[in-house]
């Protein structure tokens, strides 16, 4: 496919406050993890443009967009959508260029999630309607009981690089569905495609003020400014699990309702009476899609032993055989994020190789020719060998990896399942209905896929357990959590 500019080539990208783009004082560089050159240069905010984008967010609630009809609301929602679906190869090649990621699943999966997830939240927020009844008394008081759901008020939404538009638009989506006003903060590492929607949404015609957009890191800088600040209403983030801990404890200051999404280190069951053609394409698909950069990727492969060998050998086959280069090319593997995250992602496999892991495929740096020697590239690895107590096992690394280990029984397979801080999503390979049941329904995760991964409908409740998060979003879970229920008991 012919590579479409990046959108904001050579530029500077700005903040989006009350309606207005607008450059912060201080700038840091937009670098593509392919080549690790300069893309464009991020304008971040300072403190006083994080007030003012609070400030902004709240008189917006106080003027048309406090007023305006459900109905109404929605259809500018839907305006988002198709500001994005009509700005399609633009969103695409920004999104490829901070990321890295493959072309096809920024075509398939980042953007049109995006404009589905403006879709759906507003035909859901549209379809809703709060139940009202009768009370009656034994002291023979009679009232009727409703409840109007009201917004949360002013929203900071902080988001991570791995789907930069996918999870924001995510919570962007049904705040404003509800009629909240937003500050939103993508990561300094992927601030494109968050300012391309800044832009469809100034054309669709949401009022100033409704949607801010600051650019900046997180602790020390506008992301820690922004969840500290005491008019925020309501925090919803995804990240890393040590940033949730940190915000939680700037919300708590204000006793602040808080929605997290936060990281996995998932388990992957495969039984031994599974398809096994069909489990070996679903776990490559889970560990190395988005280079394992999904927070519901697999980093651990639990096999039933009588197809242990043969499972390992397989995937370290398919490992091998993954493309790896630059996403206009059709590579199935891009590089990770950044040189830091390359880097971490580089520590573990050394630290796996310490702590005694044999590598069936990866476990180093592929080495990369021409421009490409610049990007932040790790080779797909499948390793065996470790026990469940070392900290390649334990800890997400966030990379395209996976432990891989043997079990006997569906109890020990479980056990190991649910040996872990996080509990985020698992995927159980099998043929036997029963089993598929009996065993999903013990896994503790949020979110367990029988025979497949990342099968999503936008209507379920997503999020995590343990480490992995607090709260479900997702369809009506969305809305319940960006809006709070008044009831009106009215005695008659
Ligand atoms: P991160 O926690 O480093 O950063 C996420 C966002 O938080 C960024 O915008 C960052 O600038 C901001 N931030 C950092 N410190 C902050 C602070 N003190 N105050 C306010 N904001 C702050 O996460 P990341 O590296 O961008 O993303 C990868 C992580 O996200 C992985 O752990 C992954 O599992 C997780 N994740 C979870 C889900 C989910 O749905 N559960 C989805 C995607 C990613």
């Known amino acids: 496919m012919n590579r479409h500019p990046y959108p904001f080539a050579g530029g500077a990208l700005r903040n ?30 300072d403190r006083a443009m994080v007030d003012q984008a609070v400030t902004a967010a709240r008189a917006a609630l106080k003027g048309d967009w406090g007023r305006m009809a459900q109905a109404e609301r929605c259809r500018l929602l839907v305006r988002v959508a198709e500001g994005i679906e009509a700005r399609f190869d633009d969103f695409v090649a920004a999104e490829v260029a901070d990321t890295g990621k493959p072309l096809a699943h920024a075509r398939a999966v980042d953007i049109p999630r995006g404009a589905a997830n403006f879709r759906s939240f507003a035909a859901l927020a549209e ?61 300094e590492e992927t601030p ?34 922004l969840v500290s600040h005491p008019d925020v209403d309501a925090i919803t983030f995804t990240g890393e699990s040590s940033t949730g801990s940190t915000i939680m404890r700037a919300a708590a200051a204000g006793v602040k309702p808080i929605s997290f999404e936060l990281g996995g280190k998932n388990p992957a069951l495969i039984f031994a009476d599974c398809d096994f053609e069909a489990a070996l394409a679903g776990t490559v698909r889970s560990v190395f899609s988005n280079c394992g950069q999904v927070c519901l990727c697999t980093e651990r492969v639990y096999v039933e032993r009588p197809i242990f060998d043969r499972f390992v050998a397989a995937l370290a086959e398919k490992a091998r055989a993954l493309s790896i280069g630059d996403p206009w090319s059709g590579a199935a593997i891009g590089p990770v994020i950044s040189a830091q995250q390359r880097d971490k992602v580089l520590g573990y496999y050394r630290l796996a190789a310490e702590e005694g892991a044999h590598f069936h495929a ?41 432990h891989v280990a043997p079990f006997d029984s569906e109890e020990q397979a479980i056990g190991y399942a649910n040996d872990s801080a996080y509990g985020l999503a698992a995927a159980v390979w099998t043929r036997d209905v029963s089993r598929a049941h009996r065993v999903a329904g013990q896994i503790e995760a949020g979110i367990v896929w029988v025979n497949d991964w990342f099968l999503r409908d936008l209507r379920t409740p997503f999020g995590g357990v343990k480490l992995s998060g607090i709260g479900r979003e997702g369809g009506e879970h969305s809305l319940n959590f960006y809006s709070e229920p008044t009831n009106i008991c009215v005695s008659f």
Request: contains cysteine; proline residues 10%.
């Open 192 to 225: 494109s495609t968050a300012t391309l929607l800044a832009e469809v949404i100034e054309a669709a015609g949401i009022p100033p003020g409704v949607f801010n957009l600051i650019h900046g890191a997180g602790a020390n800088a506008p992301g820690e400014w």
């Open 362 to 402: 990866g476990g180093d740096a592929p080495a990369m020719e021409g421009a490409l020697a610049g990007g932040y590239f790790v080779a797909p690895t499948v390793m065996t060998g470790l026990p469940e107590t070392a900290r390649a096992v334990r800890e997400e690394i966030f990379g395209p990896v996976c």
């Open 16 to 45: 989006f406050i009350d309606g207005r783009f607008v450059e912060g004082p201080t700038r840091f560089p937009n670098l593509d993890p392919v080549t690790g050159a300069k893309l464009a240069d991020v304008t971040a905010a």
């Open 127 to 187: 379809a809703r309607a709060m139940p009202s009844f009768q009370t009656r008394t034994a002291d023979g008081r009679t009232a009727i009981n409703y409840s109007i759901p009201r917004p949360l008020g002013v929203v900071a939404v902080i988001s991570p690089w791995n789907l930069p538009l996918l999870l924001m638009s995510w919570k962007v989506a049904p705040a404003l569905a509800c009629g909240n006003a937003i500050v939103a903060k993508p990561s």
